[in-house]
């Protein structure tokens, strides 16, 4: 005879993104949430009685509801207290609640000293460079810049693809856009400092990206967006003769659980990574004629 010495379920690793929209400027987070809820369910291990287990499947559906409840801005302490004294509260097996939750340290964009109204940045992301040396050829300097994690929570939509047999992605004018920048550039001239043309891309190609701090910039699709910046940096930096921007669509899907109370209204999200979109393109300018590995 084996004895059940202790036991819990739960739901872990719960993806939520929240925005609010209230006043001129968003408010947005990004949160891995995990729930263990001690329960007197034994009889569930021992003899396969369900009657007082609260599925792990609902315990997920709790975050979204809870989340779309908190009509204004709090802190994951705040969210967890909140979400962690429902299930005691709510259900009389439940004796604890352990409630985990790892924040994206998502940050507003700042321009010229201004907070941007729905832009958001992660990090700072790598500056690296590629040089090839050869005895009869010129040298080949390339930059680049990766990890750069980038959002907005508005000024983003989708419309106008082919819909066919294949097609449920429907047509948006507003979405989250969210991204990772991976971006390689080449020289033509050497700039008169590597670290300030870097410093000089990156701040280009955020600034194309978010758009004025206000107001923003519609982006139809991440082609269009990529593009732009990698023309505004071939506008800006006449040293630089090619770029190539690889940007991930890290998809923020809309929950709309309207059975649990959850309708979406471009507040509750789960974001992912994978899949995610692959967009890429490489610039050169018109009269660009050197071989490169672009
Ligand atoms: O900006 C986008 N470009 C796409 O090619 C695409 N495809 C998709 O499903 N969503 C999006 N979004």
């Given at each position: 005879m084996a004895e059940l010495a202790q036991q819990r379920h739960g739901k872990a690793k719960v993806r939520v993104g929240r925005v609010w929209r209230e006043g001129e400027r968003h408010a947005f987070v990004e949160w891995k949430v995990s729930v263990l809820i001690s329960s007197s369910c034994e009889s569930s291990f021992?003899?396969?009685?369900?009657?007082?287990v609260v599925a792990t499947d609902s315990i997920k559906n709790t975050i979204y509801v809870k989340a779309k409840e908190c009509s204004s801005v709090l802190s994951m302490e705040e969210f967890a207290i909140l979400l962690g004294e429902h299930f005691v509260k709510t259900y009389p097996q439940v004796t604890g609640s352990e409630i985990t939750i790892i924040e994206k340290p998502w940050e507003p964009y700042r321009i010229n000293g201004k907070i941007h109204h729905h832009g958001f940045k992660l990090g700072k992301g790598s500056h690296f460079c590629e040089i090839q040396v050869s005895k009869n050829k010129p040298t080949v300097v390339c930059s680049g810049l990766e990890g750069l994690s980038v959002l907005k929570t508005t000024q983003s939509g989708f419309e106008g693809f082919v819909r066919d047999n294949y097609t449920l992605l429907p047509e948006v004018r507003e979405r989250i856009l969210a991204t990772e920048v991976l971006s390689v550039w080449c020289y033509k001239s050497k700039p008169s400092c590597y670290n300030k043309a870097f410093e000089t891309v990156k701040q280009i190609l955020l600034d194309v990206f978010f758009?004025?701090?206000?107001?923003g910039v519609y982006s139809p699709s991440v082609q269009n967006t990529l593009y732009l910046m990698g023309e505004r940096v071939l506008q800006r930096l006449p040293e630089i003769e090619s770029i190539k921007l690889s940007m991930p669509n890290l998809h923020f899907i809309p929950v709309n659980m309207p059975k649990v109370?959850?309708?979406?209204?471009?507040?509750v999200y789960l974001p992912t990574d994978e899949p995610h979109g692959t967009i890429e393109a490489s610039l050169t300018r018109k009269n660009w004629s050197r071989h490169s590995k672009l």
């Open positions: 021992i003899s396969a009685d369900n009657s007082a758009g004025p701090p206000d107001a109370g959850v309708e979406f209204n471009h507040d």
